[in-house]
């Protein structure tokens, strides 16, 4: 018979299993049974609507058998089964894009191991060739006639053929490996490991998992003497983690339950599990996760919790439960109130979906705000990843969700480190009247703002801005505890005092003729060139006028389609007590040109914008030296 050859990039991944040094072989066991499970489902599910399916207890049951003495493990199941086209599709090449995509991008990196691939993914069946030299899967599909056996032996291929099978289903058989000097196989022989396997990976299965175990029992007849039984056991409790009670699980549990179901490799930030009861009855269990999944950032990331019906599974991702502020956040539900064979449009109406989300909405809120309370630390880690989700939901919707998420928020302060409004709010002077805030790329470079050094100067905080989102933010919740946001880089920021106003107004006055001849200079650049006394030591820096801040024009006019209509209207400002004031002054028309230009372009800098024609700045800057 022809031998067929696995798809490409099967082929890497199974010769990545075959010569793996992973040390986890054993997971192999949990990806087979899982697959049982799913094919059990399918077939469940089906018998919903088709009352000719038998779905009796025996055929939603999972059964491991081992032979030694030729070197089998089996794993069968009475679900939907395969065809033989099936087992080519399904076998012989790869859906798991995602941990090749993974193995590309790292492909130069010698030191990624492909076990985080593995780890990470838990690539299915394939992992079967970590521990066997040979595989079976012998298959029965759902209303077919015809059974099917896949064969392969590793990276040369694999071949189909018809075979014999009465019942429905799937029987994957692997001939385990010989042990090596290194690896121990033969314990996948022993029956104690297998149930110990099943256990720690795979007991909330919701099918039984029957194994044949022998075990020796005192003999009725004979005293002192032992026969041996040998009795079908069922290996799991098939009780859901998140059935059981909390004080039963411990945290390891909750761990390896997270990592083997959402496939991350890191343990979560937090773990919440919580039963209500109510206007709904619902048991959620969810995590927030330490970095943010692969795809996180793309188009394809879709959000939402697992969705379950009594320990059924109805939805792999029910985005309706999860705002999109907790897009992040994974997790399950599970409701005896939501009928199982509900569909995705009806669901989407379901008055009692609604309340559930809400609540878990509340949950993740509290839950979030208690973590910022008591383990600061740990929120901010959790808030360098996700806040920015936080912000935007601030600002999306209309600012719909504000209220609930205000105090959720961390800024960077001039203070140092991270603050929240209330913590800003709650040390604010006495006579100061606003909430200060600069926007730029880094703290380091906000501290370094003339602006910022100088309302520092005067002991005041300022909240530093860097991410894009954050001035939009600002603008939606429009005040905090009755006090405004007020952007120190608008032209129209001033805490000077009356007499100092005055005399930067005569200042300005007195100065007419040169400043509008800078204006001139500089045309449609900016707006005015004006004197102020609120630089500090510095000579220029750039404001804004009206509504566009300069940070926000900056991001409006990288987002696409929104080419340059969005301009802030810059003002060029000069130190009236800096030296340069008088240079100015004294400088004749040509020099003053020069001076102009160098000023604004050197304040562009400052601002974090860049400059048009930077040679001839250079150009410029030697030339007066
Ligand atoms: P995954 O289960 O994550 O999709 P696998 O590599 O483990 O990836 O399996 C590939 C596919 O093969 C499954 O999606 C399923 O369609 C099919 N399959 C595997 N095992 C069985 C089984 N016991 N019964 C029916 N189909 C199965």
Known sequence: ???????????KLLDMMINSIYTHKEIFLRELISNASDATDKLYFKSLTDTSIDASADSLTIRLDIDKEKRTLTVSDKGIGMTDKELETNLGTIAKSDSLNFKK???????????????????GFYSSFMVADRVEVVSKA????????????????????????????????????????????????????????????????RYPIVMEMTSQVPDPEKEGEYITEINDETLNSRVPLWRKNKNEIKKEDYNEFYKQKFFDYNDPTLVIHSKTEGQATFDALMFLPKN???????????????????????????????????SFVRGLVDSADLTLNISREVLQHDHQLKIIAKAIDKKLKSELAKMLKKDREKYEEFFKTFGVQLKWGVYSDYGMNKDGLKDLLLFK????????????????????????????????????????????????????????????????????????????????????????????KKKNEDSKELLDKMKGFLGDEVTA?????KLGSHAVSLAAEGYVSLEMAKV???????????????????????????????????KLEKYTKILYNQARLIAGLSIDNPTLFSDTICELM
């Open 413 to 504: 302060s001039s203070n140092g480190g991270y603050v929240t409004l209330k913590e800003y709010r709650d040390r604010m002077a006495d006579s100061q009247d606003d909430i200060y805030y600069a926007c730029g790329e880094s703290e380091e470079k906000l501290a370094l703002l003339p602006q910022c050094e100088a309302v520092k100067e005067k002991g005041l905080e300022v909240l530093y801005f860097t991410d894009d989102v954050d001035e939009f933010a600002i603008q939606m919740l429009m005040e905090y505890d009755g006090k405004h946001f007020v952007n120190i880089q608008k032209d129209d920021f001033d805490l000077s005092s009356d007499a100092e106003k005055e005399a930067a």
């Open 142 to 205: 759902l209303g077919s006639d015809n059974a099917y056996k896949w064969v392969s032996e590793g990276v040369d291929g694999y071949t189909v053929e018809p075979c014999e099978k009465d019942e429905r289903g799937t029987v994957v058989t692997l001939y385990i490996k010989e042990n090596t000097e290194n690896e121990d196989y033969d314990k996948y022989l022993e029956q104690y490991t297998i149930e110990e396997l099943v256990k720690k990976y795979s007991d909330y299965i």
């Open 1 to 11: 018979m022809r031998k067929k050859q696995f798809k490409a990039e099967s082929k």
């Open 556 to 590: 409006l006019s990288q987002m696409p389609g929104a080419g340059n209509d969005v301009k802030a209207q810059l003002v060029l400002e000069i130190n009236s007590t800096h030296p340069i004031a008088e240079k100015l002054a004294s400088a004749d028309d040509e």
């Open 292 to 326: 943010a999944p692969m795809d996180f950032y793309s188009k394809d990331y879709e959000k939402g919790l697992q969705l379950y019906s009594n320990g059924v599974l109805i939805m792999d991702k029910c985005p309706d439960l999860l705002p999109d502020y907790f």
């Open 105 to 123: 991008e790292n492909e130069n990196d010698e030191n990624i191991e492909n076990i985080e691939v593995i780890g990470q993914f838990g690539v």
């Open 529 to 533: 060139v004006k004197f102020t006394n």
